[in-house]
């Protein structure tokens, strides 16, 4: 199955502008967009969903997977984490603030350089983003149903083809 079978609103809307504006060129790229930008929504609120179910935000979840996948003694400093992230660092203060409230970051001072302080995954942030992981993954993976593996293989090399020019564009 190709997908062309199957008709969504995005191929109403090329529909429209190909009747109200026939001078328009190849609207593939307009599909094309319009469908990841909806795939992105829907894909957003089934995580957003998982991260609730573990009184998490995905920016949270982001900051713990972060610091976990860091390795042992899962500490880095917040610099580190705001580039890794690409927020703000009003954003990451925000964020490491709320974590640290609830007991699952926890700031230390950077042995390396007195005035700099790093921040390391406590026990309880250890515990709970193993959990959430699991969860996680197995959440993305019913987001993908439907694809088979080839699929998915597939859809995975294009998209890194295609990131990879965007980032080096935006360099």
């Known amino acids: 199955m190709t997908g062309t ?27 094309l967009l319009g469908r990841m930008t909806r795939c992105s929504l829907l894909i957003q609120k089934q995580m957003a969903e998982c991260f609730r179910r573990h009184d998490l935000q995905l920016g949270e979840f982001d900051v713990l997977a972060s610091l976990r996948r860091a ?12 580039s890794m992230l690409m927020v703000s660092s009003g954003t990451m203060t925000h964020r490491l603030q709320g974590l640290e409230k609830r007991g699952l970051v926890e700031r230390i001072p950077d042995p390396e350089d007195a005035r700099s302080m790093l921040v390391r995954l406590s026990a309880a942030g250890l ?10 993954l197995a959440n993305e993976d019913s987001l ?7 699929q998915r293989q597939s859809l995975n090399d294009l998209l890194r083809l295609w990131l990879h020019h965007l980032e080096s564009r935006l360099a």
């Open 5 to 31: 079978e199957h008709r969504d609103a995005v191929d109403a809307i090329v529909d429209q502008w190909r009747e109200q504006r026939p001078d328009l060129p190849d609207l593939l790229p307009m599909a």
């Open 71 to 82: 390795g042992e003694p899962y500490t880095l400093a917040p610099t580190a984490l705001f």
């Open 127 to 136: 515990e709970r983003v193993d959990l959430v992981v699991a969860d996680h």
């Open 144 to 150: 993908l149903t439907g694809l088979d593996a080839a």
